[in-house]
Antibody
Framework: QVQLVESGGGVVQPGRSLRLSCAAS????????MHWVRQAPGKGLEWVAV????????YYADSVKGRFTISRDNSKNTLYLQMNSLRAEDTAVYYC?????????????????WGQGTMVTVSS | SSELTQDPAVSVALGQTVRITCQGD??????ASWYQQKPGQAPVLVIY???NRPSGIPDRFSGSSSGNTASLTITGAQAEDEADYYC????????????FGGGTKLTVL
């Protein structure tokens, strides 16, 4: 079945780095834009980054720009998020999500498939 | 970057109709999408585009939009609809970023 599975979360000290992975299965990964969305404990959803289906374009939230890098390996059906210079405020559950397919040539900024999330805790 | 504003909490009696709203300048140019999130679970897409429901979403969920306000309506709310609801849309700055609303906690009485 269509599935996204995140991994790589954990406890890390401020200023250090961490790389998250998101393994996709059950669909043609290389045809879809992919996003990272995070949720701090007890807080709402925050969009983090998007990468186009072929990796040609990447966009970031201002809060992570210059520190986080989104990438993908379509040969491995895997999405990544490299997180550098981590801060306490980056503590959150990180979800990967798929952009919903375009319908009749109309595209939407909607996320139809989500992973279960991986927890990142930034603490000394 | 733009913002989307939602009421923090809304309640509805079992079987009644409730509307959850989302306001923001970006909604004048882009459709909102709506997500349902229950405790400890990932969000689930319930409405996208003008008023589209993904497969498996009950038809009691519907969406609408006017000006800078998008709405999610649940007609005949059920106990299992109690959850947090989030809207999102493209950021109006034109840089392909996405923005989420702060979320609305729906209580079914």
């Amino acid at each position: 079945q269509v599935q996204l599975v995140e991994s790589g979360g954990g406890v890390v000290q401020p200023g250090r780095s961490l790389r998250l992975s998101c393994a996709a299965s059950g669909f043609t990964f290389s045809s879809y834009g992919m996003h990272w969305v995070r949720q701090a404990p007890g807080k709402g959803l925050e969009w983090v980054a998007v990468i186009w289906y072929d990796g040609s374009n990447k966009y970031y939230a201002d809060s992570v720009k210059g520190r986080f890098t989104i990438s993908r390996d379509n040969s491995k059906n895997t999405l990544y998020l490299q997180m550098n210079s981590l801060r306490a405020e980056d503590t959150a559950v990180y979800y990967c999500a798929r952009t919903i397919p375009c319908t009749n040539g109309v595209c939407y900024d909607a996320f139809d498939i989500w992973g279960q999330g991986t927890m990142v805790t930034v603490s000394s | 970057s733009s913002e989307l504003t939602q009421d923090p909490a809304v309640s509805v009696a079992l079987g009644q109709t409730v509307r959850i709203t989302c306001q923001g300048d970006s909604l004048r140019s882009y459709y909102a999408s709506w997500y349902q999130q229950k405790p400890g679970q990932a969000p689930v897409l319930v409405i996208y585009g003008k008023n589209n429901r993904p497969s498996g979403i009950p038809d009691r969920f519907s969406g609408s939009s006017s000006g800078n306000t998008a709405s999610l309506t649940i007609t005949g709310a059920q106990a299992e609809d109690e959850a947090d609801y989030y809207c999102n849309s493209r950021d109006s700055s034109g840089n392909h970023a996405v923005v989420f609303g702060g979320g609305t906690k729906l209580t079914v009485l």
